[in-house]
Each structure stands twice: as C-alpha cells, then as structure tokens.
C-alpha cells in the first residue's frame, strides 16, 4: 500500500493490462456484430475488424507498456552513477 502512497511503483501498467482486455473483448464483439450483420458491414468487414483490431489493441498497449519499461531502466541507470 505503501508504494501506490508514495509513487514508488507504477500503477498505470496494471491498468493498461486491464485496457488491453477490455479492449479485446470490444474488439471481439464489434467484429462478430459486424460479421452477422448487425451494422450491416458483412463478414470480410468483420474479419478485417477483428484482425486489425486485434492486432492494433496489442501493439497500442505494448507502446505504452514500452514507456514505461524505458523509465524503470533509466531509473536503474541513474541509481548507478
């Protein structure tokens, strides 16, 4: 409890992990609503969607994740010298 107090870890990585979820289970939704009609787009709309929404989910979260990961490794760094 202390760290999350004192800023001594992160906390947005937890919730981006939980975006990351969230994300593909609306990613999911939206392609097989697309697929079946439902917003009339057909089902290569729906498998393009849920492809590139899939893949566009993870690679979004991972550039996050990615700043993150940067700052842990420049506050090593710094601790060094």
């Given at each position: 409890?202390?760290?999350?107090?004192?800023?001594?870890?992160?906390?947005?990585?937890?919730?981006?992990?939980?975006?990351?979820?969230?994300?593909l289970i609306g990613v999911i939704i939206g392609g097989i609503a697309v697929m079946f009609g439902v917003f009339g787009g057909?089902?290569?709309?729906?498998?393009?969607?849920?492809?590139?929404?899939?893949?566009?989910?993870?690679?979004?979260?991972?550039?996050?994740?990615?700043?993150?990961?940067?700052?842990?490794?420049?506050?090593?760094?710094?601790?060094?010298?």
């Amino acid at each position: 409890m202390k760290d999350i107090f004192f800023f001594d870890s992160m906390l947005t990585p937890k919730i981006i992990t939980l975006l990351y979820w969230i994300g593909l289970i609306g990613v999911i939704i939206g392609g097989i609503a697309v697929m079946f009609g439902v917003f009339g787009g057909g089902f290569w709309s729906g498998l393009a969607i849920l492809v590139g929404g899939l893949i566009g989910t993870r690679l979004w979260c991972e550039l996050l994740i990615v700043m993150f990961k940067i700052n842990e490794n420049l506050k090593q760094i710094a601790l060094r010298q």
